[in-house]
């Protein structure tokens, strides 16, 4: 079964610097995406950056980049350059390429400091 | 594009009341999704559609029906609300060719109390 962790409940940052958000998956599929959606304190779901497993490269996307680590099946986001709009929660998710579900994590609550 | 929309963004019931929340997406996916999202929590799968006319079970589907309309609509239903299901629910859709995975597109959520 599909499953994702992310083991920061709460992470904060002073503005302009980097961040690293946690995300951890289990899959026995081979073929699969992970995706970062970012949710603001207004409540929609906003799609950020995606990696698929085959993808030999790193995903970036302008401040966003993923660290894809396949062998230890990490997915972590890398905020770089943060903003006090930044400040949001971020989920972690994955669908498995044949299949319809996606899974996410339970989230990480970002806030950035000024 | 309104892309992914959802009615009511609001609603009050009571236990035992019944309703159905409406979606409607116009980017021409092929799949779509409901998902409840509880506090401190992810967003968990309540039901989804591979395509137009089939539908299957998430990982909370218990008090819950739906209806895939056409391509462009889901509906969920609540045939019996219950306090448990006072939640922000959220609608998605998403392309799905084979082979390869899509994000998701989520409407603004609906808000639902059951006192």
């Known amino acids: 079964a599909q499953k994702i962790t992310q083991t920061q409940p709460g992470m904060f940052v002073q503005e302009k610097e980097a961040v690293t958000l946690d995300c951890t998956y289990d899959?026995?599929?081979?073929?699969?995406?992970l995706f970062w959606y970012k949710q603001p304190s207004s409540g929609e779901m906003i799609f950020l950056i995606y990696?698929?497993?085959?993808?030999?490269q790193n995903a970036t996307e302008g401040r966003y980049s993923l660290n894809f680590q396949k062998a230890r099946k990490s997915a972590n986001l890398v905020i770089s350059a943060s903003q006090l709009g930044d400040s949001a929660m971020y989920f972690c998710?994955?669908?498995?390429?044949?299949?319809?579900?996606?899974?996410f994590g339970p989230g990480t609550r970002l806030s950035v400091l000024p | 594009n309104a892309g992914v929309t959802q009615t009511p963004k609001f609603q009050v019931l009571k236990t035992g009341q019944s309703m159905t929340l409406q979606c409607a997406q116009d980017?021409?996916?092929?799949?779509m999704y409901w998902y409840r999202q509880d506090p401190g929590m992810g967003l968990r799968l309540i039901y989804y559609?591979?395509?137009?006319?089939?539908?299957d079970k998430g990982e909370v589907p218990n008090g819950y029906n739906v209806s895939r309309l056409n391509k462009r609509e889901f509906s969920l239903r609540l045939e019996s609300a219950a306090p448990s299901q006072t939640s922000v629910y959220f609608c998605?859709?998403?392309?799905?060719?084979?082979?390869?995975?899509?994000?998701?597109?989520f409407g603004p959520g609906t808000r639902l109390t059951v006192t």
């Open positions: 990696q698929g497993s085959y993808d030999q």
């Open positions: 998605a859709s998403s392309e799905n060719p084979v082979g390869q995975a899509y994000e998701q597109y």
């Open positions: 980017m021409n996916h092929n799949s």
């Open positions: 899959t026995s599929d081979p073929s699969y995406g």
């Open positions: 998710a994955m669908r498995e390429v044949y299949g319809q579900n996606f899974v």
């Open positions: 559609s591979a395509s137009e006319g089939t539908t």
